[in-house]
């Protein structure tokens, strides 16, 4: 790290801003961060990075670490995998033109979406609009907030168990790089990929060994095993083959505001894991506020 300049624990490398599904602006995070007493703090917002500039500046204000990141939608047939990508280049080719094609294909999936709930419920296009904010990356968790506002669910929680469940009849998957892809494409920007909440379905839908070989070759950094919705058996099974193939381990909240009950730092990252994060990132740095 350059000159006398080291983040700070505790370490959460996983949250959401407006800019995607979060409830509060990328500043308003920060200091939630800071009030939470936590020393640095990742924003992971879903395919964007619109929100890197405010963060930065709420972290050199406020006088907390800031790692620069991204959830990237990565999809292995029906399901859906996420990739926690940090401190890459912002405006390498191939990540902007990926995560924007994720984007629009996020936004016409949520259009029909409403428009297929619409036709049993009352909720429109515009209700869904009422819950983002301009430039957000448009999806379930506002529809979920717009089912919320209308009355339809109590929370955003009982909208996804519900009427957004997969097997409720609105569903409907949107494009997404399969896994391999978007850690070449990671790694060419210079970030480093890690697996978000790889163990939330169970051992018996944990990610097979060949397919996680396949995954640590294209250059897989570590798996989000602490993390509240990983599953204590499936979780074990994963820290297993993280020793068995060198990768490394992170926690975090996956902190979304009002939006989930996660809370900032109920889950975090080793000092040490960070630091091997930042000596391989070469597209961007941690903003040491």
Known sequence: ?????????????HTHSSVSDGTETPSQLVRAAKAAGLGTVALTDHDSTAGWVEAAGAARAEGITLIPGMEFSTRVGFASVHMLAYLFDPSDAGIVAETA?????????AEQMVERIGAD???????????TTPDATVGRPHIADA????????????AFAGILHWDAGYYQPHYAPEPQRAIALVRAAGGVPV????????????????NLARLVEAGLFGLELEHRENRPEAKARLYELAEKYGLFVTGSSDYHGEGKPNRLGENTTAPEVLERIIEQATGAEPVYG
């Open 101 to 109: 094609r994720v984007r629009q294909a996020r936004l016409v999936r």
């Open 195 to 210: 697996i978000a909440h790889p163990a939330t379905r169970g051992v018996d839908d944990v990610i097979q060994e060949a």
């Open 147 to 158: 089912l919320v506002a209308r009355g339809f669910a109590l929370t955003r929680s009982e």
């Open 121 to 131: 419920y009352a909720l429109t296009w515009d209700d869904v609009l009422e819950q």
């Open 1 to 13: 790290m350059p000159g006398e300049r080291r983040f700070r624990s505790p370490i959460d490398l």
